[in-house]
Structures are given as C-alpha cells and as structure tokens.
C-alpha cells in the first residue's frame, strides 16, 4: 500500500492502516434476454422450437411461478420471506435478522420489494394468432433479495427479478472477505460493524486486504456469483432442467465499486479531534470550481445531458456516534467518518478516509467565502446562503428598505467574507451599493439569461428556489454576470433618462396637441413651442371643449419645459468636463447631450468584444429567422437602451449634411429605393457612428470612465 502525505502526516497517531474494497455491486443479465429477437429464440429454446405459448398470460404465470416456489421453499425450510413496503431498508432488517438469530452456510432471509425491472409484453393479432410485436417496457415490479452466508464472502446479497429475463445484482462486502480471510488465517481482529477497531497483525490483515485488488480477484467474484445465483436464486425461475434446455446463462459486470482507505488509530479522542479539524478546514474553504478543477470535471467532452454532474459537499450525522464528510463529484463520491467503540476502559476508534490526500492538499491552499443569492422585491428581500461551516441559512429581510438590510449585513457579516448574486431588476442598485460597502462581492445577472438557465419550470417556484438558483449559479461558475457601473456613471445615466422620459412626455402633448386641430378642422400648424407656432395656435378656430384642451396642454409643455431646460444645461455641463464626453463630441453628428447620454449607456466599452456587440447591445442589430433555404424577413431587435438608440438616431440624422464624413455613404444607401423610406440610410448610419464611439472609449482604457474634471473648461459650444 503506497502512503500518500496526508497519511503520512498523522502516521504517528495511527497503530495501522490498510487498503480494502468495500462494497461490490455486480449487474447479471442474460445477454439474449434484451432485444426482443434474443428473447423469442431464447423462448423457442426452451418449448422445443415453439412460440405458441409466447404471450402476456404465460409471462404472468412466470412471474406468479417465482413467488409460490418462493414462498413455498421458505415455508418448508424455515427462511423467513417478508414483503417490505417502500422506504424501508432492507439491509437493516438484515442486519437486525443476523444479531438475533444463528444462521449457517446458505439463505437465511429473502426480502420482497417493488423495483423498476424491464418486462417484456407480446403483442398478438386477432385474427391470425401470430407475433405482432414484442416489446420491453420498464415497470415495478417484486424484486426477490436473498440474503446468503458465504464462506468465503460472507454476508452476500442477491436480489433478482421475479419476470424473465431475471435481471440481478448481487451485493457483496470487501470487509466481510477480509474478515472470514483473516479469521481463517489465525489474524485476531476486533470488528464493530463495517469498521476494524483493533488488529493484532496490521501488515498481515494489509496483505489479505489487497487480494481483492489483484486481477486474481476476477476468479474470487465469479466463484461466489456461480456458487450461488442459479442454485439459490434462478432455480424458483427456471429449475435446473430448464436453466441446462434453454441455455440460460448470467453475464457479469461492474455496476458499483467502493475502495477505501482505512487508519487505525490507538486514542479515540486524539482521532476524534484530528477528524474534526480535517472536516472542518476543508468544508470552510471548499471551493467547488476549484474542485472541479482538481477533479476534471471541467476538463470533460461536452455532451448534451438534463443536469450537469453533481458537486455537492455534505456533513451528516446518521447517529450519535458517527459523523460522515462527503463529496460528491457526479456519479464519484468521497467520504471520510469515524465510528466509536467503547471497550472496557481502553476506546478504541476507525476512521475511513475515501478521499485522494491530493484534495486535502489543495483545499488548504484555496480560500472559501460564503456565497448566497438575494432575490429583491419591493416588499422584501428573500435571502438564501451558505456559511463557512457548509450549513445553508434562507429567510426574508422585512422592510426591503437600505437601512434594514444595512443593519442585517453588519450583524451577519462583519468580516466582509461573502460573495452574492442578484438579477438586475429594479432595486437592484441600493441593494448592490451596501453590498459593496459591506465588503461584500457583488454579482449582478441578466434576468432573462437567468430565467433561461432556471429552465422548464417542474416545480413550484417560489422566491427562496430564485434565491437559491442564484447561489447555484455563482458556485458552479454559471452565473450570467453583468457589468456594475460606477456611482458617477449610474447617476448621470439616471438623468439622462429622465431628460428623455421628459421630452418624450412633452412631444406626447404636443402630439395630443397637432390632433385636436386637426379634429377640429383647422389647418396644420408647425413650430409649436415658437412665438409663430402660439400666435398660429391662439388663431385658430376651435370650439370651447378644444380651446380648453389645449391651454391645458400648452400649460403642461410650459412646466415640462421648465423642468427640461435647467436638466440639459446640468448635462451638458457634466459633458464638457467629462474626458469619454469630450472624445465622443468629436466625432460629427454628435453634441454634448447625445455624447453625454451615448457615454453613460455604454459605460465600459472593454466589456464588449467587438463593436459588433455594442450594435445588438443597442438593439439596432437585425434578427435572422431562416431554416434550408426560407428566410424570413428580419426587423430591429429593439432590445437594448431606447436612450442610447435615441442618442445615436439624433447623430445619424446629420448624415444627409453635405460637411459630413458620412455624406456619400448615406445618400448612396439612399438612392437604392428598397422600400424603407429613407429610414435605412439612417439606422445603417446609427450602427457606424456606435462603432466608432466603441472604438473610441475602448482606446481612453480608464480615463474613459474618470470622474469629471471640477476645473472650469473653455470649450467650444
């Protein structure tokens, strides 16, 4: 037995140690028996040649066959046979069985329970009484476990179908080997359960140990599987006669295999205070990406499956006397307990240790934080979080106020060592701003990436499944993350929007405006705001309801007015001394208000890749629907800022200006007449002045994003 470092640490602790096989799970199948061709000849086989009795009622009285021989045998021998209901385990009736009764060589015990098995349904015509079809389905089905005394193995576990093709498995315990092996051997041991407690030749029972782990172990499991299924098991089935006339026979392979590494240690509590540390260092500081890292998980083919392999690490304490670690990394699973046997004054302990020292090596070196998910609502925040010892808290902070979840983080967090995640929903910015003050990371998705990762809904959904959806996310390294911008660049983003939410009311009411005249039979009247365009409006001829309707709305446009009119000015300001604003206004076609709006909507343009993802960033990509050689005709996405669209609409019109650079490019689009009114020219320009602002903050690198320079600037209008 080779000696890894984490063995070797504690060797002085330790009065030995061995490596053992453990639990064995062997799948028998009758290779014909699953196809339905292999079925029908194995059929024939047996009834000379003959089909005639292949048919639903004959596989029935099979399967009813099984349970009365079974039943029968039990009877006339004195075996119990007990029908188990489900969620018992069948193994603890067991056990419970062997420390009453005295049993000898062969079954003692057959357990009947409900299993998924496949059975096979012949379907037959009506009217000429010939096979249609043969088909296998998969249905539950009475599995027959029997439980068998080896002599060589032990404890041995054979649990079969009662319907043909008889699938089995047979179970079978390393450490039952070893024992019978070394009690034969002259080796005295003391077991408690599945566990070596004492051993007075830890070399010799090493040696025997390490017999199930030459290839000579291929002899000893094939032995103990012919000994017993088919003179035990098969014969309530199939008896001897027509096992031999039909040519019935078991094929073998590996379904479960569990290898383990055993430490004998001579103090109980000098064990149990190193057990301890080891679960406790190693789940405080367990990073699951890490150890999918470690492990290769994410170094595996892609392939589509339901769910990605599970990676989950647990504490479990089944009794009072054992605690288990586990790690589970898909179908492998890690495990390290202990298991307490008091003798008389002198404790002497077992641990098992299933795990690779490598992990306990690279855990040490990888710092853990707690990770949880927030999921923001205007009446609460409901949380869902894993702490540094692995337990996992979930609960609502009432009022979802800054205040309250500020006084929550400080009395749950105070040493800043946790990471969550959040959607980018409304409310999202307080929440993320006392995160960040906390020291706490801060991970803010796309909601609708989100939603697309949760999946078809299968369950309720409720707000702790959202919260910890998201903490799932951010462990497994999923999570669609989106850019925080900084405080400066949110709050002039903020305004920006509120300039256009206001001229976008104020157009609504001049809109409101242009068709009550023309309702009321007046003649179009232009410049609405002027002192031409009042004095045309003042003019005009409406009834009493219309003129009133309009003072109402010119009342309104004033006040919106007032309120747009000082926001621009605070804009512009912020642009002039804003280094991002001053590169953008550069460029032809673009102001101070479209450049300070442009800026704030894209923030870091090193977030994008190319330009190209600015454009569907924007929404002004066009979407594609094609399949062979159909196509169907594509439209603006419109699925990005409206505001950073208005900005870049507002730029592009210049193009049809004789000075701009653009001039040629947008008249030639212009002349192709392609159905579009003249609005293509325009969106084709939008795309190219995006790129060129891309371009342009991804050059300035920081600088783009600088706070504004607070000293006065002489720039030109």
Known sequence: MSIDEFSLRYSDLVTGSYDCVDRIVLNAFFPLGYNPGGFRVWWRRWHDDSDAELDNTHLM????????????????????VIFCTAGERKHRIAEAYLATHEVGIGVFLVLVAKAPAPVWKVVRSSKTDTIVNIERRREYVNHYSFHIIDPE??????????????????????HEFVARQAGAAGIAFTKAGNCFTAVADPAGLARIADALSQDAAVGRLGQVCQRWIYTACLCFGLDRDEQHRSGFGYGFAVYQLEYSRNLIFADGTTMQRVFDTVVDRTRSRLDVPKVRTIFGSAQRPRRTRKRSSLIEAAIETPSYDLTVFKLHFGRLTGKAYTKDEMCWGTPSVQTLVAMASVMFQELEEVPMTMVGGLDVHRQQITFDYVDDDGLVH????????????????????????????LEGCTGWRYVSEELAAAGLGVHLGDPAETAALRGRKKRAKTDRADARLLRTLLVEGRFPESWIPPAHVVEVRTLGRLYCTLMDERRAWQQRIHAQVFHQGCPPIRALLTRAGREALAGAELSAAGRQYVDTALRRIDELSAEIDPLRTQLISFARRQPGCRALQRHYGVGWLCAVIIWA??????????????????????TVYSSDAKRAPGH??????????????EAAKSAARRGSP????????????????????????????????????????????????????????
């Open 601 to 622: 909507e894209i923030g870091d343009a090193r977030r994008f890749s190319s330009s190209d993802q600015l454009v569907r960033f924007a929404g002004l990509d066009v």
């Open 636 to 649: 603006l996405s419109r699925q990005g800022s409206p505001e950073l669209r208005w900005a870049a609409f």
């Open 394 to 421: 979930w609960g609502q902070i009432r009022p979802a106020t800054r205040k309250t979840l500020r006084g929550w983080l400080a009395e749950h967090f105070r040493d800043g060592d946790a990471d969550f995640a």
């Open 153 to 174: 193995w032990g404890h041995v576990t054979i649990k079969m179908s009662g319907h043909p093709p008889f699938g089995a498995q047979i179970i079978l315990n390393g």
């Open 61 to 80: 009285r099979l399967a009813g066959r099984f349970a009365r021989r079974v039943k029968a045998w039990g009877a006339a021998n004195g075996v119990p």
């Open 662 to 717: 653009d001039h040629g490019y947008y008249h030639k689009l212009a002349a192709k007449h392609d159905g579009h009114n003249g609005k293509n020219p325009t969106l084709a320009v939008e795309r190219k002045i995006l790129r060129r602002c891309y371009h342009t903050l991804r050059e300035l690198g920081d600088a783009a994003l600088a706070l504004p320079d607070i000293r006065p600037q002489e720039v030109a209008a």
